[in-house]
Each structure stands twice: as structure tokens, then as C-alpha cells.
């Protein structure tokens, strides 16, 4: 039987809610709670939303109240309706949480970026639109609707977030729900099951919630007056119990602590330099001397290496007579190594590199950025894109090149990891960089071009769910901020105020040993992604022989 023949009879019902982008469903289907003008009015709210569980507003709980908000539209659409919700509710999410980029290469690439990520937010949306339809209609019983159901809608999510953030281009995976809970409850979650595996718990417990609130048991009996079985106070708290169950369940994880290896006395520099990027105010070694006069202070203190932050010398060290120079003196001065962002250019390609500089010696060991900002630092199919925007294109006239060496230093005393800016969004470069034997990661960036907006937050928060996820140390220093030196643990050791020139100096743990979520790496969020899609075609394959009969 198809489903229009087990939709209700009344003709007027059935082009109404066909109007309102819904499909007439039996009752062990899912049925759309509002009408398509409200769902998109809840799209927009639920965007709005889930970027206040994020900083600067950083009310973590946001999370589950976007994520349901969003979920509760998309239950009982069809595909383009679906589709719609789904992209109101990106664009306005991306819209407003990556905001800075205007201020980086201005409006167009802001706009396209965001329509980019709410296309994806749109395509899982179908995605899960048509799970909330089919999975009850496979399986209708009150086991698959609490349980395999809400797994089901969460494996979904989980990968239209995964898909999104390695593609195209290497992607864009800023903006995921987990990102927001690095100060919440759920944050010892993060050494267990990495970011997409607590994106996935959200959804999870998401689901499940909304399952428990909307469920009904199905009509038994024949004919227009079948009786209802009600499910009383009994089964209201039954259900409540449920899900502050899997909460507690979640909340009683303990969080995971690697092994001490020591401590490592770190002095690391925030200059309050200007962007060597796009601004190109003052003179040639600018910023170098910047960072130089920032570091005087730390001159007579005991450390074992001395840090600077991304583009901190404006000049290139292996190239510039008087760059390395500098770096020397000052490298003695403090009588420990030094490891300073520069902008390098070697066999003809410019990279973005992190420099490990020891007095008389020159860089001793380099890293280069593994993952350049497409469309900030270089652009992918320059010939393609550049006679559509050749004014924006010819903006970016450098073409960093994704670099391909290890990113652990070894100090002697101990080994440390370096990513720069955008690669702490890297979920595989982090764990490589763990896995190759980091004791403590430094995560170097330039926020100079963001201005006083929340990017330099957001990214601070990454940083401290990344110290929680490996189980490491994360000294990180900016320009101009946040600059924070994160704990293994998830506390803040020590801070700079943004937009002032200072020195973090700090006797830093270092650990050894690998957390469940870097020996797992990726494998949790292909195992989750896997089921949801795996559920879904089922359901598809399924669903019309269990109509049939």
C-alpha cells in the first residue's frame, strides 16, 4: 500500500498539508509539528541559537536548544521543503559565526563560504527529513524509535559534518556543535571520542529528547473508531527517565590523564604587531622588531625555549641577512632556542613556516602550514575563479603551498608539536602530530586580521578542546590574542590581554601516552557516520515490503 493510500481520506487535509511541504503519514510515521512558514521561522531561530552556545556568548547549553529547534522543523518534510529549512537554517548559523571574514578579504568571500557550508547543512537535512520518515515505517516499534531513530538522526549529522570538513579544498570544519562545549559538562568527552564523536553525543541526546516529548503509541483497531492506548503520567516519566539516563550515563564519563613526562619552561611572546598580510602599513621588519622589543622582558629568565607567534618576523629568516641576525642575538640573549613564525619561500613556493632557531645555527628543523586557507592564502584553480572576481582574486598574490614535513620539534628536552592557525581545525594533523611523539603542542596564529571579533575566541576554545582531546599542553599564542597556555586537563594556566604586547612564561606539564580518541582517530566518526546511512538505506530498501505486507 502506498503511503498516500494510508494518508487520511479528506481531500482539503491532504492538499494542505501537501502545500505546507508535508507527506500525509500514518501514525507510526513522524509528522511534521508545524507548517513549512513556521519551520522556516524556526530555521532561523534554531540558527541564531546555536551560535550562542559558541564564544563570545558561550552559553554552552544553546547547543541541544539549536540542534532540537532545527530538528523539530525538519520532522515530517518532504525532500525540497526539507532542503529550504535546511539552508535558512545554515546561512543564518554561518552568517552570523564567521562573521570575521568580512574583515579579511570583505563580503563576497564571507557570503560564499556560507552558502557553501549551508548547502552541505541542507543536503543533510534531506538526509535527515527522510530518516525521521522512513526508519519509524521500517521498523515501527517503541525500541527502534528510541533507540535507533535518534542514533540514527546523530550518525547523519555527524556525517554531514565530517563531509564538510575535509571538502572541497580541504574544508571547512569551523562551526562544528562540539566546538562549543570546551568550558560544559561534556568537555571530559573530548579525550574518549575526539569532536565528531561528542558532535555526535549532542545530536544523540538531542534526538532522543524530542522522541521522548513527541512520542504517542500507535491506534489499535479497526475502522475511523480505534482506540488509543494512552501512555498516562506513567509512561511521560518513563520516557523522561530515559533520557536523564543517558545524560547521567554521558556526564559520569571520567576524563582521561595521560602520563607526566616533566615540565617544560615555556616564555612565549604576544607582540601586538599589525598583519603583514593584507596590511601593509609601516616598514620591512616591522613586525620582527616588534616581537624583538617584546621579548626583552624575558631577558634573565630561565626557560627552555622561547616562542613567537605566526608571521612574527615579517622578514624571511633564510633569505634576509638581517632576519637572522636578529633571530640570533635574540636567541642568545635568552640562551635558549627559538621557534618563530615566517613567511619562507624556498624552490620558488612561498610557505607559511614555523622556524626552529638556535643561535649560530640557524633553523635547525622547519613546519610548514599543512593546512593554507583556500581563498585566503592561495586559490585553488586561480585560471577558473579569478576572471569571476579578479579585483578579490588579485588580492591574494601570494600562493602559500601546503606543506608536507612533520610538525614535532624535538627541544633536546623534550618533543613539541607545532601547528599554525587554521591546522588546529586539523583532526588528522593533530593526531599525526600527537602520535609522532608531542609532549606538548604549540599552537601558533595571527589574528590581526580578524580585529576584535570572535574568531580569536572561537579559536582559543578549539585549542583548549584539542589540550583536552590529546591530552596535551597547548600554548597558545597570537599576534595580538587570545593568546592562553591550556592545561592537559582543560584549565588555563595563564593569559594575555588582547591587543597588548606581553610574555607568558610558565613551566609547562609534558605528557606521554595517547588518549582513546588520537588512537582511534578518525575511526569513531566512521563508524558513527557509517550507521546513519547505513540505517537510512535500509530503511529505504525495507520500508516499501513492510508497507506491502
Partial sequence: MS??????????????????????APAHRTRAVVPLWGAL?????SGLLLDGAFPDTGIWPLVFVGVGTVLVALRGRRAWAAFLVGLVFGLTFYLVHIQWATLFLGVLPWLALSSLQSLFVAAGSVLISLAYRIVPAAWPSVAARFGLLPLAIAGLWTAREAISAVWPYGGFSWGRIAMSQSES???????????????????WLTALALEAWFWRPRATGPGPRRTVVSPGRRGALQRALVVAVATAAVLAVPGWRTADAGTLTVAAIQGNTRSAYFDQRGYQGEILDGHVSATLPVLGEDIDVLLWPEGASDLDPLESARAAEELDIVAAA??????????????????NSSLLWESGKGAIDIFDKRHPVPFG?????????????????????????????????????????????????DDQLMT??????????????????????????????????????????????????????????????????TYTAGAMIDAIPLRNGLTPAVLAGRQFELLVSGFGLAALSVAALTGPRRRRR
Fill in 432 to 497: 599525526e602530530t600527537v602520535q609522532n611523539g608531542a609532549q606538548a603542542i604549540f599552537a601558533q596564529s595571527n589574528n590581526a586580521d580578524f580585529g576584535r571579533t570572535d574568531e580569536s575566541v572561537q579559536q582559543l576554545a578549539i585549542a583548549r578542546i584539542r589540550a583536552l582531546e590529546t591530552g596535551r599542553t597547548v600554548v597558545n599564542i597570537s599576534t595580538v590574542g587570545t593568546s592562553a597556555v591550556i592545561a592537559p586537563e582543560g584549565a588555563t594556566l595563564d593569559t594575555l590581554p
Fill in 377 to 425: 592564502e592561495y586559490v585553488p584553480e586561480r585560471k577558473f575563479f579569478e576572471p569571476l572576481a579578479p579585483d578579490l582574486i588579485g588580492l591574494i598574490e601570494r600562493e602559500y603551498t601546503a606543506g608536507t614535513n612533520d610538525s614535532v620539534f624535538d627541544l633536546g628536552t623534550a618533543l613539541v608539536g607545532v601547528n599554525i592557525c587554521f591546522d588546529i581545525v
Fill in 334 to 351: 635568552v640562551h635558549a632556542p627559538l621557534i618563530t613564525g615566517a613567511i619562507t619561500t624556498r624552490n620558488g613556493k612561498f610557505y
Fill in 3 to 24: 503511503a498516500d493510500a494510508e494518508a487520511p481520506t479528506r481531500p482539503a487535509r491532504v492538499q494542505r498539508t501537501r502545500a505546507a511541504g508535508v507527506r500525509p
Fill in 185 to 203: 559538562p561534556f568537555a571530559d568527552l573530548f579525550p574518549w571520542l575526539g569532536i565528531s564523536g561528542v558532535g555526535f553525543v549532542l545530536a
Fill in 41 to 45: 521561522l524556526l530555521a532561523v531561530l
